[in-house]
């Protein structure tokens, strides 16, 4: 599970570290290059084979984290897309934060297209 949200993914967390099969990271840089620079490390590094993204917007340049860009996530997508098909898995993301209406659902678009390899 990759965790983009801006805030830290308390429940996810409860929920799924106990269970040795599921791996759970929470992006922590909070300068853009880093955290496309840690998202990258992540996927690079990554071995599962189903990979989903706690997809919170928040971090939007327009909203409370103020670092990413549109793009950056159609670039977050396109990089978990290629680590699940490098283990022949699948991917998906569970809409979770994004508090400025005016840029979510473009946002949103970024990420699905990036996921779905355009
Ligand atoms: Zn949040």
């Given at each position: 599970?990759?965790d983009?949200?801006?805030h ?14 599921v791996?759970v ?15 990258r490390?992540e996927m ?15 971090n ?12 950056d996530?159609r670039e977050?997508?396109r ?7 490098r283990?022949?898995g699948?991917c998906?993301?569970?809409?979770e934060g ?21």
């Amino acid at each position: 599970m990759l965790d983009i949200d801006l805030h830290f993914g308390d429940g996810t967390t409860n929920i799924l570290k106990p269970k040795d099969y599921v791996t759970v990271h929470n992006v922590a840089a909070n300068r853009r290059e880093e955290y496309l620079d840690e998202v990258r490390d992540e996927m690079e590094n990554c071995h599962a084979d189903i990979i989903g993204i706690s997809a919170g917007f928040d971090n939007h340049e327009d909203d409370w984290g103020g670092t990413l860009f549109t793009g950056d996530y159609r670039e977050i997508g396109r990089m978990v897309l290629h680590a699940a098909r490098r283990h022949g898995g699948g991917c998906f993301g569970i809409l979770e934060g994004g508090y400025n209406h005016q840029v979510l659902g473009r946002n949103v678009m970024a990420l699905i297209e990036g996921l779905s390899g355009e």
